[in-house]
């Protein structure tokens, strides 16, 4: 069961083949067994996930299969759920329920999702590394700040997993850990319930093993109602950003022109260029607005509770309020002048394709390199991650496509066009 998709379970449940509590005891029984090693959890509820797993086999027995049903999902723990805490790996935020669900966690519960439990986040969704450890390997780093939903979706703890992005905290997860991951246009689903980092670049984000689940949730959460994403008719254009190439690690730059390669024998049209701006400049602005906001926000509660923030955390929070308003402003602008330059930059192609990050999952020190997806984040434009193959010593490999603003359905055809050239990684070596 642990390899079941998302598409299957709710066709399994109609078909009578399954049903939700017997799912629900599989998925607990291989979590119980394996996250003593991976820490991907803050909280199991595993007695809400029970009555509702009733709930849901009674609908299912009348007839009733939703498009998510009996679906287990896990939530960074930094989304709010009716009943469990929102602890966000901050101690001052302490043990109290909240109160109603977050926005997400409510459409997932009307589609029939299993909402589980919470998975670990860094704290507050910042740099401070969350216990969580990579599947592929004990001393690497699942990425961050989405760390427990990436690694129990790879470790097959669970089919599906919401994330948030501010800077790379969707994307890089996903490639780390070898999975899919989506982090769809700026605004696509609203943030009511979410404890924010930075406001203007917060975005909600989704795990799962493949496209074709990404893409369903994807396309069930936002209404649209045709659940299913037609394949292209011809191969994709394709943009390969060589700027990015050049500041990776030479063994993820071989491998990314040798699935360049691979993509162009499929009969992908590619064409290799630069961004019409320099790159630095972009992540520049990114990490103005970014510290700006997060002084802003945290500037009373760090007031009150400094000693409960980790070094990384309180250092961006101190340095963002020392940022001029005028700097504030102005890098805003330039978001805004940038972003319809570059949007009519990627106008050319069907998408661009970049590597997630610029090497495998670093050690457990760090939560990574950011520069590869922050990019993205500012803009907006919607950006996925596919596992596109291993290091030599094993680790995950990303592949990484961007589309223009608000194309966030054709960039999973692309997507999914592109993952069927793409070899298919096995299982992590997670007992």
Same mark, same amino acid.
Request: glycine share 6%; net charge neutral; aromatic share 4%.
């Given at each position: 069961m642990a390899q079941l998709s998302v598409r299957e379970i709710p066709a399994r449940i109609r078909q009578r083949d399954l049903s939700v509590h017997e799912l629900l005891q599989a998925t607990i029984e291989r979590i119980e067994r394996t996250d003593p090693f991976l820490q991907a959890w803050v909280e199991l509820d595993r007695e809400g996930a029970l009555r509702e797993a009733e709930r849901l086999d009674h609908l299912a027995e009348r007839g009733t299969v939703l498009p998510l049903h009996g679906v287990p999902v896990g939530l960074k723990d930094v989304i709010d759920a009716a009943g469990l805490p929102t602890r966000a790996g901050f101690a001052p935020l302490g043990d109290r329920p909240a109160q109603a669900d977050a926005a997400i966690v409510a459409r997932l519960r009307e589609l029939g999702a299993l909402v589980l439990g919470k998975t670990h986040t860094t704290q507050l969704a910042f740099a401070d590394p969350a216990p969580t450890r990579n599947p592929w390997a004990a001393e690497r780093t699942p990425g961050g700040s989405s760390s427990g939903s990436a690694a129990a979706v790879a470790a097959r703890q669970?089919?599906?997993?919401?994330?948030?992005?501010?800077?790379?905290?969707?994307?890089?997860p996903a490639a780390y850990c070898g999975v899919v991951g989506f982090k769809p246009s700026l605004g696509w689903f609203p943030l009511e319930g979410v404890i924010p980092l930075a406001w203007t670049l917060d975005h909600l984000g989704l795990f799962a093993r493949s496209v074709e689940d990404v893409a369903y949730t994807y396309v069930a959460l936002c209404a649209h109602q045709r659940l299913e994403l037609p394949l292209l008719s011809e191969p994709p254009r394709l943009l390969f950003l060589v700027d990015?190439?050049?500041?990776?690690?030479?063994?993820?730059?071989?491998?990314?022109?040798?699935?360049?390669?691979?993509?162009?024998?499929?009969? @992908? $049209?590619?064409?290799? &260029? /630069? *961004?019409?701006?320099?790159?630095?400049?972009? +992540? =520049?602005?990114?990490?103005?607005?970014? #510290?700006?906001?997060?002084?802003a926000l945290h500037q009373q509660t760090l007031e009150q509770h400094p000693d409960a923030y980790g070094p990384r955390l309180r250092a961006a929070v101190e340095v963002g309020q020392l940022v001029p308003a005028g700097a504030?402003?102005? @890098? $805003?602008?330039?978001? &805004? /002048? *940038?972003?319809?330059?570059?949007?009519?930059? +990627? =106008?050319?192609?069907?998408?661009?394709? #970049?590597?997630?990050?610029?090497?495998?999952?670093?050690?457990?020190?760090?939560?990574?390199?950011?520069?590869?997806?922050?990019?993205?984040?500012?803009?907006?434009?919607?950006?996925?991650?596919l596992p596109s193959g291993l290091t030599r010593d094993g680790l995950p490999l990303g592949l990484q496509l961007v589309a223009r603003y608000g194309h966030d359905r054709r960039l999973l055809h692309v997507a999914a066009w592109c993952e069927r050239i793409l070899p298919s990684l096995p299982p992590p070596p997670l007992t």
């Open positions: 669970i089919p599906l997993a919401v994330g948030t992005q501010t800077a790379g905290s969707v994307l890089r990015f190439l050049e500041l990776t690690e030479p063994e993820v730059a071989e491998h990314l022109q040798d699935v360049v390669r691979r993509l162009r024998e499929a009969g @992908a $049209r590619i064409e290799e &260029r /630069r *961004l019409p701006v320099d790159v630095q400049l972009l +992540l =520049a602005i990114h990490h103005v607005i970014m #510290l700006a906001e997060m002084g504030l402003l102005h @890098a $805003r602008r330039l978001r &805004r /002048r *940038l972003a319809a330059l570059l949007d009519d930059f +990627l =106008a050319r192609a069907d998408a661009a394709i #970049l590597p997630t990050a610029s090497g495998p999952a670093p050690d457990r020190s760090t939560t990574g390199d950011r520069r590869f997806q922050a990019v993205w984040t500012l803009l907006g434009t919607p950006a996925i991650s």
